[in-house]
């Protein structure tokens, strides 16, 4: 048996669909199970025990350069089609939904197609109003498929695991307790005050091993932020650490407190006590699915969904708030007493 699941991007999306991909394989364990993905989105599966191969897109240099290089792109997309159309598979699914990735589904040579939305000529299920995990688990309930069990998961080499080892013995020499400050999403709209995690960074310097992470391009602005504070305890992880390292960090972590971004699902994924912040965005829809996990949401706050929302309604929710809400977790899940 050959199946086929396309899921491209975000990479909190794909992130949701680690458990699905898990599901199908459990429920045909001698099947051959392709994952079309994006370039950005490799690593999340790249040492995925249920993935016998992928099919990889690079989408966002279609996306971002086409009209630079259109040869490029339209031979590359060529090129995967081609890959895509090389196999005879008996089931399809599309846990995308979107254009960008249901074309490939239409292009699939496959007995069943089943597809996230709404699409002539597919099978699909959509129920936006459910979490998104939960709307996939209604694609995957038209193709026969058990669904008791699809929560995320994210598999650290050793590899990624000994280069985590090796950081924490050189910055956390006395093992203290790790938290995790992931101040940065993709919209601004999503993202706490960066001085009101500096604030907090602070005040659990004494206790707690903090490490601040974020993309090559926040170095500066953390590096600045550190330099104000004078506090040498406190270390910048941003631009060092690949996704599985991160993973690996996360895993060893006694708390997270993000917003709704990526590592919000890498923390739930890898369920690490997590605290997440949300503001525009619908935590019923997109929020950590963990037990571990506490959301916490902005006072009188429309969830508007909107990337450049100038009401900064996220600038309400105040630092001691949150700061009684880490005492507690960092309590319940160490057993230790925060000062």
């Not at 999306?13 to 950005?40: F, M, N, Q």
């Not at 193709?143 to 910055?171: F, K, P, W, Y």
């Not at 170095?219 to 506090?231: E, P, T, V």
């Not at 996990?293 to 009188?300: E, F, G, H």
Request: glycine share 6%; aromatic share 8%.
């Amino acid at each position: 048996m050959k199946i086929l699941v396309i899921k491209q991007t975000s990479l909190g999306d794909v992130l949701h669909s680690t458990g699905h991909v898990r599901a199908i394989k459990h429920t045909w364990p001698s099947s051959e199970l392709i994952l079309l993905t994006a370039t950005s989105s490799v690593d999340i599966y790249r040492h995925s025990p249920w993935v016998d191969k992928m099919i990889v897109v690079d989408r966002y240099r279609v996306k971002h350069g086409w009209y630079r290089e259109p040869a490029w792109a339209w031979r590359h997309m060529v090129e995967v089609m081609r890959q895509v159309r090389s196999h005879q598979f008996d089931l399809a699914f599309d846990l995308q939904g979107l254009a960008k990735s249901v074309v490939f589904l239409y292009g699939a040579r496959a007995r069943r197609k089943f597809v996230k939305g709404r699409w002539p000529g597919l099978t699909g299920f959509r129920k936006p109003e459910l979490h998104a995990i939960e709307e996939m688990d209604g694609v995957l309930k038209l193709g026969g498929i058990e669904v008791a069990d699809t929560s995320m998961e994210l598999t650290t080499s050793e590899a990624e695991n000994d280069v985590v080892a090796s950081l924490l013995r050189e910055q956390n020499p006395d093992g203290l307790p790790v938290v995790i400050l992931s101040p940065f999403s993709r919209w601004p709209s999503k993202d706490w005050p960066f001085d009101y995690f500096l604030q907090i960074a602070d005040h659990l310097s004494s206790q707690y091993k903090v490490f601040i992470t974020g993309a090559p391009d926040r170095q500066q602005q953390i590096a600045a932020g550190l330099m104000q504070l004078q506090n040498t305890a406190i270390v910048s992880l941003a631009g060092r650490l690949n996704l599985l390292e991160f993973a690996a960090l996360v895993k060893r972590a006694q708390l997270m407190l993000t917003g709704d971004s990526f590592p919000m699902h890498v923390a739930a994924a890898c369920h690490t006590p997590l605290i997440a912040l949300f503001g525009p965005t619908d935590e019923s829809r997109v929020g950590p699915r963990s037990p571990m996990s506490r959301v916490i949401r902005a006072p009188d706050c429309s969830r508007c969904d909107r990337r450049d929302c100038q009401r900064k309604c996220l600038n309400r929710i105040l630092p001691a708030t949150i700061e009684t809400v880490m005492v507690e977790s960092l309590s319940t899940y160490s057993g230790s007493e925060y000062q």
